[in-house]
């Protein structure tokens, strides 16, 4: 119950194309749930956060969208870029206890 | 905003001997911090809740023994793997809770030290 799965384990993206990542969780008690981006040996850096009182939330090219009834978010790149090539993990928080997701490898070919 | 910082970002040690990973909050208190492991291509795991003033808090697996975690001050927590051995080698991240005046909890990353041991 405490699981949070991803999908996909990798993604290759066209320059200028959606990136579409997702995740599911199972534990109705998580009520945060923020993207992480990691570059190579380099640690999460937070990209956007989502709380399920909302169902979308969008910043620059970056939008959470978020199923409560599901139990289901993603992030989608609009415009994706080269830049954006990096690993994205999705994480799901309860109190201060985080679940990370699997990780998603996207390459954004230029 | 928040800053993590970790220190030595590599180390090579041969096995056998003690290392030292410091994990410092350089513009807030953090009275807790968290330790992750990272093995290349996976996800964190997170290892040990690192409390200020108390004991830190193992998850199931962690060798506490092994991973000796000292949490001295609100803004310093430290890693200490002890007698490493190539099993060891692995991306070792800290993290702090930072909470900015939005009043959301954001979990903050350090740049993680990468343990190689020979």
């Known amino acids: 119950q405490q699981q949070v799965k991803q999908s996909p384990q990798s993604l290759i993206v066209q320059k200028g194309g959606i990136s579409i990542i997702n995740c599911a969780y199972e534990?109705?008690?998580?009520?945060?749930f923020p993207w992480y981006q990691q570059f190579p040996g380099k640690g999460p850096a937070l990209l956007i956060a989502i709380r399920p009182d909302v169902s979308e939330k969008k910043e620059g090219r970056f939008t959470i969208s978020f199923n409560k009834s599901a139990k289901q978010f993603s992030l989608h790149i609009m415009d994706s870029q080269p830049g954006d090539s990096a690993t994205y993990f999705c994480a799901a928080s309860h109190s201060y206890k985080y679940i990370f997701g699997t990780g998603t490898r996207l390459k954004v070919l230029a | 905003g928040a800053v993590v910082s970790q220190h030595p970002s590599w180390v090579i040690c041969k096995s056998g001997t003690s290392v030292k990973i410091e994990c410092r909050s350089l513009d807030f208190q953090a009275t807790t911090m968290f330790w992750y492991r990272q093995f290349p291509k996976q996800s964190l795991m997170l290892m040990a809740t690192?409390?200020?003033?108390?004991?830190?808090?193992?998850e199931q697996g962690v060798e506490k023994d092994k991973f000796l975690i000292n949490h001295a001050s609100l803004t310093l927590s430290t890693l200490t793997v002890t007698s490493a051995h190539p099993e060891d080698s692995s991306f070792y991240i800290c993290s702090a809770w930072d909470r900015p005046s939005s009043g959301a909890n954001v979990l903050t990353f350090g740049a993680g030290s990468r343990l190689t041991v020979l």
């Open positions: 534990n109705t008690a998580f009520d945060y």
């Open positions: 690192s409390n200020e003033g108390s004991k830190a808090t193992y």
